[in-house]
């Protein structure tokens, strides 16, 4: 009869939650809600519904947890404690519908890579081809009206080759005489001929100085981060990849910042939208549309 009364003793006692135990350390710690809610950048009745393990069962367990570990390190609980007080509340879904759901969406998605893949091939095997034909058809053109021109010139040299030899063998000698006083003339031509080409390399050069430089242009855009991340406030998120891997997972504090690099597209959670500024290749994510109130869903590239 006593042991039975021991394990009915046992199985009455309350479960202690997370709630509990971070109300009655911040209570000796003496401070109110509104001043834990300021040092974690939460709103006030966030604070009060982890306090009475009142959770919203469509919040995502990843980000209370998040919640939890944050608020037990301001008031000086081990993570590992408060973390199977949660545990012990019962109240996590079960994965596997979800992780069920997310790899037949990751296996779609992939399935929709590839045929993207193939299509830009085939895109891109007929504009070579296309480009091919193209370059030919002018080829043959060039080399027809060369010809053309070739034999047009060749037919009249060879028609008035034979008129009026006399007059071809007339050598007019006194044009010698003037050649010693044209020589200046003549060496001063050969001068500004000269200088011309170098006028033109240095044309050449002075043109080739933007080329350098908008490829050294191209070269550093080409060198950004693929995600980049600055935050303006404390702001709890959590990133994954196309495969379902964890890029980053943590709590930023105001004027950090964090580039990223992972497979596309990317899954993001952020737990304040408003305390967070994202530039995705090089162009800047509009956040004006995410409450700051609540948890905001976005994918990178966006659709």
Same mark, same amino acid.
């Given at each position: $009869? !006593? ?18 135990? #971070?109300? &009655? ?19 006030? +009745?966030? @604070? ?19 919640? #939890? ?9 081990? =993570?590992?404690?408060?973390? =199977? ?11 596997? /519908?979800? $992780? ?22 085939? /895109? ?5 081809? #296309? ?20 034999? *047009? @010139? ?30 200046? /003339? !003549?060496?001063?031509?050969?001068? &500004? ?7 033109? &390399? ?8 933007? !080329? ?6 191209? +070269? ?47 899954? $993001? ?17 509009? $956040? ?14 966006? *659709?």
């Amino acid at each position: $009869m !006593t042991t039975e009364q021991q394990f009915d003793s046992q199985d009455s006692s309350p479960v202690v939650g997370p709630g509990q135990l #971070l109300r &009655s350390a911040r209570e000796a710690m003496g401070w109110s809600r509104e001043q834990v809610a300021s040092r974690l950048h939460l709103r006030l +009745t966030l @604070i009060a519904a982890i306090e009475s393990d009142t959770y919203d069962k469509h919040a995502s367990p990843t980000f209370i947890r998040g919640y #939890l570990r944050t608020y037990a390190k301001l008031v000086g609980i081990e =993570e590992s404690t408060i973390l =199977e007080a949660y545990k012990t509340l019962g109240i996590e879904p079960e994965p596997s /519908i979800n $992780m069920q759901s997310f790899s037949k969406r990751t296996r779609r998605e992939a399935s929709d890579s590839r045929l993207k893949i193939v299509s830009w091939l085939v /895109i891109l095997v007929l504009a070579g081809l #296309l480009v091919a034909w193209w370059w030919q058809a002018s080829n043959r053109r060039a080399a027809g009206q060369e010809q053309l021109a070739a034999s *047009e @010139i060749t037919t009249p040299a060879s028609e008035s080759a034979p008129t009026e030899p006399s007059e071809l063998v007339n050598p007019q000698a006194p044009v010698l005489e003037p050649a010693v006083s044209d020589a200046g /003339i !003549t060496v001063s031509g050969a001068v &500004s001929a000269a200088q011309a080409p170098v006028d033109t &390399s240095a044309e050449a050069v002075s043109a080739a100085q933007p !080329t350098e430089v908008s490829a050294a242009t191209e +070269t550093e855009d080409a060198a950004a981060p693929q995600l980049k991340l600055s935050f303006t406030a404390d702001c709890w998120l959590e990133i994954k990849d196309a495969d379902g891997k964890i890029v980053f997972s943590g709590l930023k504090k105001a004027n950090d910042e964090l580039d990223l690099e992972g497979k596309e597209p990317l899954k $993001m959670l952020v737990g304040a939208p408003m305390a967070i500024r994202i530039q995705y290749k090089g162009q800047e994510i509009d $956040m004006s549309r995410y409450n700051n109130g609540r948890t905001a869903r976005i994918t990178l590239p966006q *659709e």
